[in-house]
Structure formats: structure tokens, C-alpha cells
């Protein structure tokens, strides 16, 4: 017996050996601004983008400009306003929103820094929307009902729901000592929406063209280029080795994706679920086909968007994006200084979509796109 327990004693520290806890080494950071807590709000799609335009100031011009998110959340509410009434309520109407609605933004309405736009009233020092959209709703719902009879002009109630809620908008503002106007602050950046492309990945339409993806927040309609899986993550992969961050929208609902360790990771035997966020394990080769099938069965979904800003490999060579998140700092349901390593496996997986600058993209696809 004694043998016995010794032998299975030895065997089970055997085994610890084979998981390895993580051991993560920089190999490429790029220039970003602080980790925001996006708070009680479903706004990340404008931290995220703004973060990723924050950058690309950065990457341009050398200017650390921290630049407003509400500012973006106030000018898309009432566009998003406009599609729910036009579609007689029929429409998600909701706090998400896409990384394009940023962009939409920025080229309809320009840019602000946050310190002339912080969408905090009443000294508050973080942000609630948890009443905006009902608020809202009880307006746009009143109107649909009764469009002859409406009591006043439903865009002025949105503008002064917004107002209320958000702050109003300063059409005039000063930033280093210099008077802006959105529009002129925005042409200081250097930053043209024009130069910003969406890529995805699907099999249920062709490679290498545009289309208009289904999903629930998509209320603008923006269109997404098609490329393969592999080009999708390569094309990532190449713009952070080359300079260029990432904008990201994916899933995170996974019990694989964790704040609280740090990774994002889709080990190959489901039951390495719990052991996977703390140790390497054999992750799962993610296939076009099972990639559609994930997208298709609800089980990945647009949950979450963030910001790919470098490239990190644990002790076995294996590659991570190095993610900027909006959840704040290190926290007890945060660490990693609120990043997160999400592993080529979970990226290929959960990947809805990223943006990049046209000049991140492989030569055969901006001469598609007659970048």
C-alpha cells in the first residue's frame, strides 16, 4: 500500500509539471493613454474607438490628447433615436453601439477633448446611464403611438433628455490656450474618417467584399470587409508589428474570458475551463466552419468592444494580443493593470470584428479597396 500511495503521490507531482502557471513577455506596446472604467454604462464601443483614435493621434503627431467619449454617446443617441421612430419602434433601441458610430461621429460632428466634455453632472465622478435609454424610450414610444397628436417635437425632448442626462453640448471651447470649434478640433488631430476600415470574417458571404452585418447593434448599417480567417488574424498581427493599434469587437460573456486573471484563452478539452485561466493548456484549432457555427448558434455574440495594443508570448511561445479594457484598473474583479492577453485561439473564436487605418492593410487589399 505504502508503494502504492507513494507511486500515485509521485505521478499527481508529475502532472503538476506539465501546466506551466503564465509567464508573459513583451513583445510589442504601443502608445495608449490611461485604463478608463467605462462604469454603469454599455458605452464601450465609444471608450474603445476613442481609445484606438487616442492612439492614433499619438501615433501621428506625438500628442497625448485624451479625448471625449460622451461627446461621441451624445451625438449618436439622437441618430440611433432617428432609426427606432423610423422603424415604428421595431428596432433595438439601446446603450450599444459599434466601433463605425465613433467614426460616424467624428466625421459628422468632430471631436472634443473630455475636459471640455465629460458627460458628469452634479460633480459625479463616474459615469450612469442606467435611466438614458427608458428616459428616452418614454419620448420616441409616446411619439410612434401617437405621431399627429404628439404633444410638442420629439428631436427637441431627445436633445433635452440628453441634456439633462449628459450635459450640453459647447460648440466653442478652449484646449491649451487655443479656441476650437469641434469641427477645427478635429482637423487638429490630423484624424479622417475615411482612413478607417472594418474587417471581418464569415463564411456566409464571399471573401473580399462588403457587406452589411446583422447584428443587434449595427443600427447604422455599417459595412464590414470579408476577408478569411486567417487574413484576419494576420492582418492584426502586422499592423501591431508595424505600429498600428487595434480597434476590437468580440465576445466576452466566455467563462474563458477573465478580468480577474488577466487572459482570454479557448483551451482545446472543455474541461480545462477553470485550470486554462491560470495555466497553459492546449488550446483548440478554430476553424472558418466552426468560427460560422459559433456565430450562427448565438453562442458568440457582440458583447464587448476594446482596444489591441501590443503583442505578448507566454514561455512556450505562444502569441497573445495584449487588449486594452475599460472595466478601470486592478480591482478585486480586475488585474493586469486592466488589460487582457486574449490568445490567437479565443481571438479567431470570438472575433466579430476590428478596424484598422488603411495604411495597417496588406497592399492586395487596399488596391481592392482603392486605398
Request: overall charge negative; hydrophobic content about 35%.
Amino acid at each position: 500500500m505504502k508503494k502504492y500511495s507513494i507511486f500515485l503521490l509521485l505521478l499527481t507531482m508529475t502532472s503538476v509539471t506539465f501546466a506551466q502557471a503564465y509567464k508573459f513577455e513583451t513583445k510589442v506596446d504601443l502608445g495608449a493613454l490611461d485604463v478608463l472604467n467605462q462604469g454603469n454604462t454599455g458605452t464601450c464601443w465609444s471608450f474603445s474607438t476613442s481609445s484606438f483614435l487616442e492612439s492614433e493621434i499619438l501615433r501621428t503627431t506625438g500628442k497625448h490628447i485624451d479625448l471625449s467619449e460622451m461627446y461621441n454617446v451624445r451625438q449618436t443617441y439622437p441618430l440611433k433615436s432617428w432609426n427606432y421612430v423610423m422603424r415604428q419602434g421595431k428596432a433595438q433601441f439601446s446603450e450599444g453601439g459599434l466601433a463605425h458610430d465613433v467614426i460616424n461621429s467624428m466625421d459628422a460632428y468632430g471631436l472634443v477633448p473630455n475636459e471640455a466634455y465629460t458627460g458628469l453632472l452634479k460633480n459625479s465622478t463616474k459615469h450612469d446611464h442606467s435611466d438614458i435609454v427608458s428616459a428616452l424610450k418614454t419620448v420616441l414610444d409616446s411619439y410612434i403611438k401617437n405621431p399627429k397628436t404628439y404633444d410638442g417635437n420629439w428631436k427637441t425632448d431627445v436633445s433635452k433628455v440628453l441634456d439633462k442626462k449628459l450635459g450640453e453640448v459647447k460648440t466653442n471651447f478652449t484646449y491649451e490656450g487655443v479656441a476650437y470649434t469641434p469641427q477645427t478640433f478635429l482637423t487638429m488631430t490630423g484624424l479622417k474618417a475615411k482612413d478607417y476600415v472594418t474587417l471581418t470574417s464569415f463564411t456566409h458571404k464571399p471573401y473580399n467584399t462588403f457587406f452589411i452585418l446583422n447584428i443587434p447593434d449595427n443600427f447604422s448599417n455599417g459595412s464590414f470587409y470579408n476577408v478569411p480567417l486567417e487574413d484576419l488574424f494576420d492582418i492584426t498581427y502586422d499592423a501591431l508589428k508595424n505600429g498600428f493599434t487595434v480597434e476590437l469587437d468580440c465576445d466576452v460573456s466566455e467563462k474563458t474570458f477573465s478580468s480577474k486573471y488577466g487572459v482570454a484563452v479557448w483551451p482545446k478539452d472543455e474541461k480545462d475551463t477553470e485550470s486554462a485561466l491560470k495555466s497553459i493548456e492546449k488550446e483548440l484549432k478554430v476553424t472558418p466552419e466552426y468560427r460560422q457555427q459559433e456565430f450562427e448558434n448565438f453562442d458568440t455574440t457582440d458583447d464587448h468592444l476594446m482596444h489591441i495594443v501590443g503583442l505578448v508570448e507566454d514561455q512556450k511561445g505562444n502569441t497573445y494580443f495584449k487588449v486594452k479594457n475599460s472595466w478601470g484598473g486592478n480591482s478585486d474583479r480586475v488585474s493586469n493593470d486592466g488589460y487582457i492577453y486574449m490568445s490567437e485561439a479565443y481571438f479567431k473564436l470570438k472575433t466579430i470584428s476590428v478596424m484598422v487605418h488603411k495604411d495597417a492593410l496588406p497592399r492586395s487589399i487596399k488596391k481592392d479597396l482603392n486605398l
